[in-house]
């Protein structure tokens, strides 16, 4: 598995906390997707850029529908840059986070050609995170009845197929993110779990404490 260099979230996922709602539109989106690819000051320079950049190549070229995408992305960022109401086709908005953060790569490093490499995770891996999405279910369902005007089974569908099709990595961080921006409540066997999970990937030492505090709602 991939050990990753990151304390707390990172790509995809942390993008969609630069908008969450409500979004500042005092930045344009552009300067938002920046902000985000720019990174914690103790990070190697360019490595938040790449990991979004990764995340998007990665779910753009994917087989997801583009409408299950923009569930992800709408739900996770908290209806803050709604893609259906600026009227943005959620592949041509991965589109347009892959061209900043390509951007950035190149400035932190003029001679690195920014590239993402296909997953090959193992089935194990997809097994146990398509397991805690789906034990999340009950709860997410009880939450509310829609997110943002998206069912909760098709949030559920939309991060299955993340993990499934794309990557269990990106679909466990998009899982921990959901339910931090729904205030979900989650048990202290299932915070165990992504715990073991966040281990098993590399994740930093702030990263799966991030929902910690859904353990006492």
Known sequence: MTVHRFDWDFGFSRLTKFFAGP???????EETIA???TGHTDDPPGAAASAILEDAVRLEESSLPTEVIA???TVASEGGYNLAYFGV??????RQVAAVCSGQVRQADPARVPGVEPVRAAEESVDAV???IRSAA???AAKAATFHGHEAGDVVRGLELVATEVDPDLGLRLLLR????CRVPITDAQYARYEAL???FGYGQFHVSDVEHLTRF
Do not use: I, Y
């Open 23 to 29: 979004w500042s539109h005092e930045r344009t989106v």
């Open 35 to 37: 902000d985000a690819a």
């Open 71 to 73: 569930t992800v992305w």
């Open 89 to 94: 086709d959620g592949r041509d908005w991965l």
């Open 130 to 132: 398509v397991e805690v």
């Open 138 to 140: 009950p709860a997410l």
């Open 178 to 181: 959901v339910l931090n921006a």
């Open 198 to 200: 966040g281990e098993a």
